[in-house]
Nanobody
């Protein structure tokens, strides 16, 4: 069974930084793509940043220039460096891994940014 585990969330002040990590394990096929999503209370889950193995990287407009996704394929790990955090970044952040033809989700890590 493929497992996806996020870590690194927490409570920070406006302007602070966090680095999230997402580790995939149990996969019998290479991880093709990894993405970070977030869902605020009462909101929809939205893509924050993603990267695949053919070099495509995407960011949600509001995080461009502040967030950076990176991959360590040897460790089946994706990171999300989050700088200049704003209260509107407050959400549960979920990691998604595309393995073979399936998507796998982690349980999320909570990011709270105080004003």
């Amino acid at each position: 069974q493929v497992q996806v585990v996020e870590s690194g969330g927490g409570l920070v002040h406006t302007g602070g930084s966090l680095k999230l990590a997402c580790v995939v394990s149990g996969n019998r096929y290479p991880v093709y793509a990894m993405g970070w999503y977030r869902q605020a209370p009462g909101g929809q889950r939205e893509l924050v940043a993603s990267n695949n193995n053919v070099g495509r990287t995407e960011y949600e407009d509001s995080v461009k220039g502040r967030f950076t996704i990176s991959r360590d394929n040897a460790k089946n790990t994706a990171y999300l460096q989050m700088n200049a955090l704003k209260p509107e970044d407050t959400a549960m952040y979920y990691c998604n891994a595309e393995v073979g033809s399936s998507d796998y989700w982690g349980e999320g890590t909570l990011v709270t940014v105080s004003a």
